[in-house]
């Protein structure tokens, strides 16, 4: 009889060396946009140590941002955080108070 392999991961969020969903985004396009930044300023011509201090200190400090990131907010905090700005500090009523106490002559 044949035995099969059970996904025990259903319904969990993809996972990486401690980085959970939207900070994996972030560490992958941060690293693939140093690389490619290194990439055009070796083809520009400047000093080969530039693009090397360059490329090892920004993704040094990407990965270190990402992972303070990750550890400070949570698995769900950037978003969290974003949908808090959206959300009003203040609401504001402009109506005198008695025309929300007043009672309609339909409700009498």
Do not use: D
């Not at 560490?27 to 693939?32: E, K, N, S, V």
């Not at 959206?86 to 109506?95: A, D, E, F, N, W």
Request: hydrophobic share 40%.
């Amino acid at each position: 009889m044949a035995s099969y392999n059970i996904n025990k991961g259903i319904g969990r969020t993809v996972e990486f060396k401690g980085l959970k969903s939207q900070y994996l985004f972030i560490f992958a396009g941060g690293l693939l946009g140093i690389l490619i930044l290194v990439m055009i300023l070796y083809m520009a011509g400047v000093n080969s140590y530039i693009c090397l201090f360059l490329g090892t200190g920004g993704g040094s400090l990407i990965i270190w941002q990402t992972f303070s990131l990750n550890k400070k907010y949570g698995e769900h905090g950037l978003m969290k955080i974003g949908a808090k700005k959206r959300h009003p500090q203040y609401i504001l009523c402009r109506k005198s108070i008695h025309r929300y106490v007043q009672l309609s002559k339909n409700n009498r």
